[in-house]
């Protein structure tokens, strides 16, 4: 039996909410990680010592991460057969995300068009909304890409385990 293998253009219906099912909690390592391989210098996001002294009186997360990790919670739901991504759009962040905060999201389909200039794809907008532990919106953004019809685009490696005598003696 096959686990589950993402939806095709086909399986997009305007109005539905996917709730991602995989929430995430944000490490302080995660934030320095991201921070310094974009080579962001603000001191808002590394340094504690200065953070301390601002509203927040702590660290807040890299937006950029946030945008990221909300992006990949969807991959399940929404771009698992994806072709491109085409853009992201109205980014908007109401509340800040913290060290140790856990973020979890869903998408709302916007839009779900046959593309006019390549047969084997669909054009799917989403909104996905992206929040922490409280329940507090942290992130909101529309998405739009090109998601494979079904039966069009690659498919995923069908290798299957081969049980030769060193792989059964194994088990005994």
Same mark, same amino acid.
């Given at each position: 039996?096959?686990?589950?293998?993402?939806?095709?253009?086909?399986?997009?219906?305007?109005? +539905?909410?996917? /709730?991602? *099912?995989?929430?995430?909690?944000?490490?302080? #390592?995660?934030?320095?990680?991201?921070?310094? =391989?974009?080579?962001?210098?603000?001191?808002?996001?590394?340094?504690?010592?200065?953070?301390?002294?601002?509203?927040?009186?702590?660290?807040?997360?890299?937006?950029?991460?946030?945008?990221?990790?909300?992006?990949?919670?969807?991959?399940?739901?929404?771009?698992?057969?994806?072709?491109?991504?085409?853009?992201? +759009?109205?980014? /908007?962040? *109401?509340?800040?995300?913290?060290?140790?905060? #856990?973020?979890?999201?869903?998408?709302?389909? =916007?839009?779900?068009?046959?593309?006019?200039?390549?047969?084997?794809?669909?054009?799917?907008?989403?909104?996905?909304?992206?929040?922490?532990?409280?329940?507090?919106?942290?992130?909101?953004?529309?998405?739009?890409?090109?998601?494979?019809?079904?039966?069009?685009?690659?498919?995923?490696?069908?290798?299957?385990?081969?049980?030769?005598?060193?792989?059964?003696?194994?088990?005994?």
């Amino acid at each position: 039996m096959l686990s589950w293998q993402g939806r095709y253009f086909e399986d997009f219906t305007v109005g +539905d909410v996917y /709730r991602h *099912p995989l929430g995430r909690t944000v490490t302080t #390592t995660d934030n320095i990680w991201l921070t310094l =391989l974009t080579q962001n210098t603000a001191p808002l996001h590394f340094d504690a010592h200065y953070a301390a002294r601002t509203e927040f009186g702590k660290p807040l997360v890299d937006s950029t991460f946030t945008l990221a990790l909300v992006t990949g919670q969807s991959v399940t739901d929404i771009s698992q057969h994806v072709m491109a991504n085409l853009g992201w +759009d109205k980014v /908007r962040l *109401p509340h800040p995300v913290f060290e140790g905060d #856990t973020l979890y999201s869903q998408s709302e389909v =916007l839009l779900a068009r046959r593309s006019t200039s390549r047969p084997e794809v669909g054009v799917v907008t989403v909104r996905t909304v992206g929040f922490n532990q409280r329940g507090e919106i942290v992130i909101v953004f529309e998405r739009t890409l090109l998601v494979y019809r079904r039966g069009h685009g690659p498919r995923f490696a069908d290798v299957r385990p081969v049980w030769d005598e060193r792989s059964r003696k194994a088990l005994s």
